[in-house]
């Protein structure tokens, strides 16, 4: 199973839904295999930009248009990305700059865990992935750490759904 669809099937089992049903769009219904099988997720939709401010504020633009996800925002460039307490967060080609718009009825309560999910199934895919796999690790609360380097950066986001 690809990044995206690892994290999108581990933040749905945190907002309540079953992975195939929060990660699959236009599809069709899941075969019945017995009462513990899930189906895999079908791919969520994807955009790709060559440069964007930040594909967080594009998630937010797209939610505003009516987009409830999900929806994986990625671009090559981001000139004015921001991460935790507003610290910024920009950069040139050579990184990945990636959103995934989820939308939920939860409580932001237990929405707030979503961070803590999508920081664990990175390290999880990212060991799954390396020769060392005791080399990745989560710096809490949203970092992960490849050795000494940071690789990814996990920063929740959230707001009113245009029609409340």
């Known amino acids: 199973m ?10 749905a089992v945190v907002l309540g839904a079953s992975a195939a049903a ?3 769009r236009g599809s069709p219904a899941p075969v019945s295999r017995g009462a513990d099988y899930v189906s895999p997720p079908a791919a969520p939709e994807r955009i790709f930009l060559d440069e964007t401010d ?4 594009e998630a937010r633009r797209q939610a505003i248009g009516g987009e409830r996800g999900p929806l994986w925002i990625a671009a090559r460039r981001q000139t004015a990305g921001k991460g935790r307490r507003g ?3 920009e950069g040139g080609e050579g990184n990945l700059y990636c959103t995934l718009l989820l939308t939920t009825d939860k ?12 920081a664990l199934a990175t390290c999880d895919l990212a060991r799954a992935y390396l020769a ?14 490849i050795g000494d380097a940071k690789a990814a950066g996990i920063l929740l986001a959230s707001g009113e759904a245009p029609d409340g």
């Open 107 to 118: 409580p932001a309560a237990e929405t707030a865990q979503l961070s803590f999910v999508a």
């Open 22 to 24: 929060a990660a699959t």
């Open 87 to 89: 610290r910024s967060w």
């Open 2 to 11: 690809n990044l995206f669809l690892k994290l999108a099937a581990a933040c």
């Open 132 to 145: 060392d796999p005791k080399a990745a690790r989560v710096k809490w609360p949203n970092d992960l750490m």
């Open 54 to 57: 930040s594909t967080n504020a």
